[in-house]
């Protein structure tokens, strides 16, 4: 019937033993991160009391290019990993387009997401230490039932302050992070002094990522053998997510087939560059030119809208300076925004990537990603993250241009997720409830006000 | 590291192309199912107003020992299977235990559950003979969205009667279904008479499983090109889902095992008949002798405490009458009891080769049943179905008997679904809520006494 199969998966002998550290190719360098005191690059050794040393040393390492991923690493992945790349056979029939489409579907283990591929490497890093215990925020929650699940194997305590408007709205994921054994607090919380505080002004509030952020660095530095984690934007997440790169780069070569655009999602950039790691590797190298395309949501844009500036990574102003894209840390995208990719920010690594024009990046609307998503679901039986389906729209745009055109273009995009936890926001659109926000340039200025004065 | 991969993807070349009738090579065959008006035996066009007419034939076929897979079933299969046989090596190590333990996932697809394996042929062969439409009833809401998917993708509209209680409670799985088109009905409903009656009786009457499927029935009969459809206990299902059973025995042979013990859970027999299905036929022609242990709960206990007599298949009473081990089909489980496995029968076949002494069967308690799914999900990264989590329980025992013995045994166990719509019981669990409740011999009785005199 069909030479190329509709899944691919690698056999163990065939999965990466080492991730890719994309830095170690790029002709420049991002800006260094800054202490926000001193104004002054931060060191390796500054980062030890936040993170653990491993990781410190990855967060600076750019020259590096393949770094061994640890046995006890390579045995975890293996236990959901290889995640298979999958020929969207269906869809390019129903959208009658020349088109071929390939996914890389991330979706396949009980995080629901990615997200898992550098919970474990924090996880076994902490471990490996002899920290005993992991603090972190979640808003969504995937990042912290990943986490939940990598601390449940290695057997660290995980804290996890989850903000309380999605506490009490998801409790189906605080559930699954319990069966996980985390501690999952709902921020803000009478156990640091920061959510004191803000309960003390305000008992009745919702809490936001940047209060539990604040609470889980207080917890962190204040517990013995404690540290902070995140699972997007720093250099280390984005050197863990290249297995997914890697591995669609490896499936792509065994079917003699090579991306002339990859597209993937992106929030804070975990699963775009893991993704394009290799691909924009053979970019940075003349090895290859293929399009890479970010997709982030209009109500939240950072690449296409935001400022390429120095900036906190948190809306609590408690960490290090980053030089990025973002829409300042005080901004808050709106409430009908479904799903992850609300953050401020962008990868320092991605957004100079961006800057020095090897990316571009598009902004989609709310309904037409959830157009996409159900149109997705019916022919692939996948129900995706709304985070995922941004990607799927993008790619579903080119396969369609491709249809007008008949190019014949090999279009991968990053399915990082499922959607069972999102239903609520499948409900609004199926019941015609979902809207679309674009924020005004009135809107954005009140973020970039806020900007440190760095230069 | 490891000889044996932890997980193990037959190819498309080495997908099974044949479904298997394990009634071909049953020394006595399942007694008939009678025409409950007559109590003659039911004849293939008898059930042409019920079944479409390639699905009433395979109702009846006990003869022909494999059947083609037609390619647009084939086709469709390969957009989510080979499902993948995994090596529960973490799971092993944290027993203690020499055994050898495999299980074959079929969650990994956005119905969460095996159910799409027989969804897809049900309706493949509606839209074959032309039908348009398709009714069903669902109560945990697995079979729903399997349905949905299946008629999404052959363009069949779906009408799918939810139990009011259920709807109510997993709005979720109702968005789902909704996401792949199926119009959901709350159930008891104003549009049936069926429904209605019971309205007009109870207008706040939280629905039953009876209740749905006789409106579900009533509106297939009722509406030009439509059929009424099920998931469970039919001869046809068992066959369809024998797909399970054909790649976890190819797996297998990849890897030079073979199963000392094969366990499944246990409702109306879906996932065991077709797991067991190629196992079974080397025991009944003397090709090797394993272990086959069907699960049930303790709470539905049709196996172990059940009588093996005619029954009605469903509560309402308007089926055929099928010799079966059963609770009766006034039996209504504990409202305590989570997730699905709550059916007051039992496959006939399943039945016969019970009676016959060819399987085994265990009841287990609610609450051990949940210990196992967070042990399993802490080890082997998936959040297992309740259901599911019967067989790991059972898979578990097994385990730690080798323990004691020194046993290497090699135990073959069905993961039939992920639990991601059943986090309120997960809940309950993690919160100290859960109970067990196992019905008393005057509990049973009563089920006993509604019991159809046929002989």
């Not at 290019?65 to 975890?76: L, T």
């Not at 039932?145 to 995980?158: H, I, K, P, Q, R």
């Not at 992106?266 to 290859?288: E, H, R, V």
């Amino acid at each position: 019937m069909t030479k190329i199969p509709h899944r691919l998966y690698l056999t163990e002998d065939q999965m990466p033993k080492q991730w890719y550290n994309l830095r170690a190719d790029m002709p420049e360098q991002p800006d260094p991160m800054l202490n926000p005191a001193t104004l002054q690059p931060a060191t390796e050794e500054e980062l030890y009391p936040v993170f653990c040393k491993d990781l410190a040393h990855q967060e600076m390492d750019a020259t590096t290019r393949y770094i061994d991923i640890p046995e006890e690493i390579q045995e975890m992945y293996k236990i959901y990993r290889p995640s298979p790349l999958i020929r969207a056979y269906n869809l390019e029939k129903a959208l009658e387009t020349p088109a071929k489409i390939y996914y890389k579907f991330e979706g396949n283990n009980t995080s629901g997401s990615h997200k898992l591929n550098s919970a474990i490497a924090q996880a076994y890093y902490a471990k490996k230490q002899g920290l005993t215990c992991l603090t972190t925020e979640t808003g969504a929650g995937q990042w912290g039932t990943a986490l939940s699940e990598a601390c449940a194997y290695f057997g660290l305590d995980l804290t996890v302050y989850m903000v309380k408007v999605s506490y009490n709205q998801k409790p189906y994921r605080k559930a699954v992070m319990q069966t996980f054994d985390a501690n999952v607090i709902a921020s803000p919380s009478d156990t640091t002094n920061a959510g004191r505080q803000i309960l003390a002004k305000d008992p009745n509030t919702g809490g936001s990522l940047g209060c539990a952020i604040s609470e889980a660095i207080e917890k962190a530095v204040s517990t013995e053998g404690c540290r902070y984690v995140l699972g997007s934007v720093l250099n280390q997440v984005l050197l863990h997510q290249s297995i997914i790169g890697l591995e669609s780069k490896k499936a792509m070569e065994i079917l003699g087939e090579y991306p002339d655009v990859i597209i993937g999602c992106a929030g804070g950039g975990s699963n775009l560059g893991g993704l394009i790691a290799p691909f924009m590797q053979d970019k940075l190298t003349g090895k290859a030119n293929p399009r890479i395309v970010a997709v982030e949501p209009a109500s939240c844009p950072s690449l296409t809208r935001g400022k390429y500036a120095y900036d906190f990574c948190d809306t609590g102003k408690v960490t290090p300076l980053a030089r990025m894209y973002t829409l300042g840390s005080g901004f808050m995208p709106s409430a009908n925004h479904a799903g992850g990719l609300r953050y401020h920010g962008m990868s320092p690594i991605l957004s100079k990537l961006y800057h020095d024009g090897y990316m571009e990046a598009v902004a989609v609307e709310q309904t037409k990603v959830f157009d996409a998503a159900t149109t997705f679901a019916k022919y692939e039986t996948i129900l995706p993250a709304p985070e995922s389906a941004h990607a799927i729209r993008a790619a579903m745009d080119e396969a369609i241009k491709c249809k007008e055109t008949g190019e014949e273009k090999t279009i991968l995009f990053g399915l990082t997720g499922t959607g069972y936890f999102d239903m609520t926001a499948y409900q609004a659109y199926h019941d015609g409830n979902m809207t679309d926000y674009v924020p005004t340039d009135a809107d954005l200025q009140k973020g970039f006000d806020g900007l440190p004065k760095v230069d």
